[in-house]
């Protein structure tokens, strides 16, 4: 599936995004009508492509080698392509619609189909998942530079681990670090364009890890020190078959980023460069998952934890193990950082167009701007260091809120249709793409509650 035709009138410069109007207001009046810097002459097609990458490969890539120890590498790398392409019918879906509607916006699509209430719903499932997911990626810096325990079980943390245990490298402490020389600083650019060399950096630490445990697998395999995985789930009865649709919510919920294409493709110089990038960007993060699983499994095999993070607290078996094994976490760690600003930019436009939605564009007002900022930075760092069990929480929320986000809502304005232009077949696939998303939600809220139900009824009283 390709990304929709764009006619010949819209390949303009997007220098503005906008014609000069002479008879046009010099205030925009709605949403929408910003005119954007006037020494900013387009996105770069190679900054477009980071900027979706990196909004791609967050946390969930930790969690792709379980994937791989339930399904085999068979299936779940066949698995990992098929939601690959189901993702770009998706992006096309949104983006041949808001042309048709000529909105710049998801949420302005929302509105253009459903009205208020259904931009309403799209700005607060933004909401729900970038909170939660921004709240885990400053859990899993704090873990991996503190430390945690865990079942009575203390990990130290790579700071504790090279200086011992201080008042300043303990969670509390660090984490306000890191927000207030990392996080804040890169919240504050008004374009997500800016952020386009974070992005690269955070996709190169991305390969980092994955480079560092390519090595270690072959390094491995020639010592003798790793079995043949399998190639197929082990399916011995009824619980077994069950237990392979629990993967089903990481595998929809890994290619989300539709949230954050409209304001990519907005800041694009040339409107026909989306389509590269989106191709560009899937085939890229596709590529580091299918390796990330194939090797993180391949290391592990059947000993791979639901985070394969946490199967680097151990001697590995190799030379330089503890080395190698901090590279790792401070590669991954380095990574989220980075990612954090990507992923905060749509959650401030949301929360700014959900609570102000009459307002002026929020580039242009300073105070505003400045204001939201500050609060959803403070609640993340709250929720980050006193509700550490949040992982929890977001399993239920998150996955339900992303997985609206990337296949329940294209698929539903597709079957809107309010300019008909959908065909059969794309009618056909949204309709898949809600079965799909409906059955994944199913079976990620009973899964995780009986779970929770097996962890509490084990629990000694």
């Given at each position: 599936?390709?990304i929709?035709?764009i006619?010949?009138k819209?390949?303009r410069?997007?220098?503005?995004?906008?014609?000069?109007?002479?008879?046009?207001p010099l205030?925009?009046?709605r949403?929408?009508e910003e005119?954007?810097f006037?020494e900013f002459?387009?996105a770069?097609f190679?900054?477009?492509?980071f900027?979706?990458s990196t909004?791609?490969v967050g946390?969930?890539i930790?969690?792709l080698p379980?994937?791989?120890?339930?399904?085999?590498l068979?299936l779940?790398?066949?698995?990992i392509?098929?939601?690959?392409?189901l993702t770009?019918a998706?992006?096309?879906?949104?983006?041949?619609?808001s042309?048709?509607?000529?909105?710049?916006?998801?949420?302005?699509?929302m509105?253009?189909?459903?009205g208020r209430f259904?931009?309403?719903a799209?700005?607060?499932?933004v909401?729900?998942?970038?909170?939660?997911?921004?709240?885990v990626y400053?859990?899993i810096?704090?873990?991996?530079l503190?430390?945690?325990?865990?079942?009575?079980?203390?990990h130290?943390g790579?700071?504790?681990?090279?200086f011992?245990e201080?008042?300043?490298n303990?969670?509390?402490f660090?984490l306000l670090?890191?927000?207030?020389?990392?996080?804040s600083?890169?919240?504050?650019f008004k374009?997500?364009?800016s952020?386009r060399?974070t992005s690269?950096?955070s996709v190169?630490?991305?390969?980092?890890?994955l480079?560092i445990?390519?090595g270690i697998?072959?390094?491995k395999?020639?010592?003798?020190?790793?079995?043949m995985?399998?190639?197929?789930p082990?399916?011995?009865?009824?619980?077994?078959?069950?237990?392979?649709?629990?993967v089903?919510?990481?595998l929809v919920?890994?290619?989300?980023?539709?949230?954050?294409?409209?304001?990519i493709d907005?800041e694009?110089?040339e409107p026909?460069?989306i389509?590269?990038v989106v191709?560009?960007?899937?085939?890229l993060c596709?590529?580091v998952?299918i390796?990330?699983s194939?090797f993180?499994?391949?290391?592990?095999?059947d000993?791979?934890l639901?985070?394969?993070?946490?199967?680097?607290d151990?001697d590995?078996?190799i030379p330089y193990?503890?080395l190698?094994?901090?590279?790792v976490?401070?590669?991954?760690?380095?990574h989220l950082m980075l990612?954090f600003p990507?992923?905060?930019?749509?959650?401030?436009?949301n929360l700014?167009?959900l609570?102000?939605?009459?307002a002026r564009?929020?580039a242009?007002?300073?105070a505003r701007?400045?204001s939201i900022?500050?609060g959803l930075?403070?609640l993340i760092?709250?929720?980050?260091?006193?509700i550490?069990?949040?992982?929890?929480?977001?399993q239920?929320?998150g996955a339900?809120a992303a997985?609206c986000l990337?296949?329940?809502f294209?698929a539903?304005?597709?079957?809107?249709?309010?300019?008909?232009i959908?065909t059969?077949?794309?009618?056909?696939l949204s309709?898949f793409?809600i079965?799909?998303a409906?059955?994944?939600n199913?079976?990620?809220?009973?899964?995780?509650?009986?779970?929770l139900f097996k962890?509490n009824?084990s629990?000694?009283?």
């Amino acid at each position: 599936m390709t990304i929709g035709n764009i006619s010949p009138k819209e390949k303009r410069s997007r220098r503005g995004k906008q014609v000069v109007d002479e008879n046009a207001p010099l205030l925009p009046k709605r949403r929408g009508e910003e005119g954007g810097f006037d020494e900013f002459n387009g996105a770069s097609f190679t900054g477009a492509v980071f900027n979706l990458s990196t909004t791609v490969v967050g946390a969930g890539i930790m969690a792709l080698p379980a994937t791989m120890k339930v399904l085999g590498l068979g299936l779940g790398i066949a698995l990992i392509i098929f939601m690959a392409f189901l993702t770009e019918a998706s992006i096309e879906l949104l983006l041949r619609f808001s042309r048709a509607g000529k909105s710049v916006s998801y949420g302005g699509l929302m509105g253009d189909a459903f009205g208020r209430f259904g931009k309403g719903a799209l700005q607060v499932c933004v909401l729900v998942n970038n909170i939660g997911v921004l709240i885990v990626y400053m859990i899993i810096i704090g873990d991996v530079l503190s430390g945690t325990s865990s079942s009575g079980v203390h990990h130290a943390g790579v700071l504790e681990g090279w200086f011992g245990e201080h008042w300043w490298n303990g969670r509390t402490f660090v984490l306000l670090v890191t927000t207030l020389t990392i996080f804040s600083p890169l919240a504050c650019f008004k374009r997500i364009d800016s952020l386009r060399f974070t992005s690269a950096l955070s996709v190169a630490l991305a390969v980092a890890f994955l480079v560092i445990t390519v090595g270690i697998s072959i390094v491995k395999l020639i010592s003798g020190g790793i079995q043949m995985p399998r190639l197929l789930p082990d399916v011995t009865d009824l619980a077994s078959v069950f237990n392979l649709f629990t993967v089903v919510p990481v595998l929809v919920t890994a290619y989300i980023c539709h949230y954050n294409v409209h304001s990519i493709d907005n800041e694009l110089e040339e409107p026909t460069q989306i389509k590269g990038v989106v191709r560009t960007s899937l085939a890229l993060c596709s590529t580091v998952y299918i390796m990330t699983s194939f090797f993180g499994f391949l290391l592990f095999g059947d000993n791979t934890l639901d985070d394969v993070l946490a199967n680097f607290d151990s001697d590995l078996g190799i030379p330089y193990s503890s080395l190698l094994n901090d590279a790792v976490r401070i590669s991954y760690a380095a990574h989220l950082m980075l990612v954090f600003p990507v992923v905060f930019y749509p959650l401030r436009l949301n929360l700014d167009g959900l609570f102000f939605p009459s307002a002026r564009p929020l580039a242009s007002s300073n105070a505003r701007f400045a204001s939201i900022t500050i609060g959803l930075i403070a609640l993340i760092f709250l929720g980050a260091n006193f509700i550490p069990s949040i992982w929890d929480a977001f399993q239920f929320t998150g996955a339900t809120a992303a997985v609206c986000l990337g296949f329940i809502f294209p698929a539903a304005i597709t079957l809107r249709d309010r300019h008909n232009i959908a065909t059969k077949k794309d009618k056909i696939l949204s309709s898949f793409m809600i079965v799909i998303a409906v059955f994944s939600n199913i079976v990620a809220i009973y899964s995780d509650a009986y779970a929770l139900f097996k962890k509490n009824a084990s629990t000694p009283e």
